[in-house]
């Protein structure tokens, strides 16, 4: 008997086997519909769910804290004192005004806006912990409305720039700084718009604006523009407004832009820009059906200068520049910007629309003077006090005139260079019989000798030598 039990049992189970999947092949819908609705009671239980909710983020990260955190000590608050106009040796009034500026190194570099700076007879700085500390301008350009500070500090918290050209519309940024004299504030928005133009610096100013709509106001300015993970993008400079307060946009130059800027600051003393020799307008619908093209892009090349590094590259009047250097260019601001990120002999690519075609050219760009050297006019405090502006000659103009020295770009009126019936255009070739060679020399010695100073040098288009003394107080 004992033998046949596991034959038994075998069958049984074979039987209960067959009995299931003849059950599964007649009635398989039912068990389909059961699954299908517990599933779809489990996604609803989900998408209701409070769990669900704080757990889905539409952006990554949505809250500032850490951000804020890391770049509040990096920004100061900056008090610049003038002269009042009633002032005297004997009672001086000041005339103060406030901005902020980012701390870029530990040695307490710091860059701000030149317009919170200017016309400064002293500025000092106050640290986000309340230490003060009096600043020295190390340069600043008006055409960017940007400057270079430094502080006699250490181990000072600091922002390095991050890549500008990252930042995308609808990207959560923040602008830290002391509106109304109101320390560390943040406040926080999105790119509205970037590349921006507003007509608010001279005319070879080079706008290319982030645009967004934290709230700026007075006081702001020379502030850092950061995005969620602190990386400072930008430094606040502007607000568009009809009261002179925050009405929803306002402007921060590139970091990208700034960078080159202050570097060159700091390394030269003065802004290396490169020029092209040419005349650019934005692209309209007119312009476009004049040279048949289909979409509006790139800029209008509406003039290139007879001997510039455009016409010797090949470009021409009526050509369309789309790009430099593969980035995109479809307004003069930013074909702007893009072109001031580089100095006197570096080699970019343009990318140009003509006849149907698309070409490219290889452009050496060059100074002012238009030679690759590196030249720029000096604007140091102690030659504005006394009246004008100097640059050092370049390699060409040394080799034409058989020496080194430095040209007389301009002279202010009413001042003590002025009085001395100098000219610009005046070559200096020695102070108090030493021989010059460049700004450097000339700038540390008005600085270590005071009073009179005999200068001598001479007019490329006047024979002779035209000797001229002042008093250095």
Known sequence: MKKYIPIVLISSLMSAFFAVVLFNLLFPR?????EQNVAQQVTN??????????SYHSSAPTNFIEAANKSVEAVVFISSMKDREQSNKFTRKFNTSTGSGVIISSDGYIVTNDHVIKDAERIEVMLNNNREYEAKVIGKDPTTDLALLKIEANALPYLSFGNSDSLQIGEWVMAIGNPFRLQSTVTAGIVSA???????????????FIQTDAAVNP???GGALINTRGDLLGINSAIMSNSGKYEGYSFAIPSNLAKKIIYDIKEFGAVQRGWMGITIVNVNAEIANELGVEAIEGVYLEAVSKDGAAKEAGLRRNDLLTSVNGFETNAVPSF???VARYRPGDVIEVGYFRNGQRLKAKI????QLNTTD??????????SDLGFELRSLDTKESKRLNTQGIYVVSIYGNSVIKETNMEPGYIITSINDKPIKD???LVDYLEQNKGTIYLEGFYEKYPGEYPYSFLNR
Do not use: P
């Open 439 to 441: 700004i450097d020399m």
């Open 364 to 367: 050496t760009l060059r100074n």
């Open 194 to 208: 970037k590349a921006r133009g507003i007509n608010i610096l001279s005319q070879q100013g080079i706008e290319s």
């Open 45 to 54: 239980d989900l998408l209701l769910s409070d769990r669900f909710n704080t």
């Open 374 to 383: 590196f030249v720029a006019v000096r604007k140091d405090k102690i030659l």
């Open 219 to 221: 006081g702001n300015s």
């Open 336 to 338: 702007m910007e893009q």
């Open 30 to 34: 039912e068990i389909i519909i059961e």
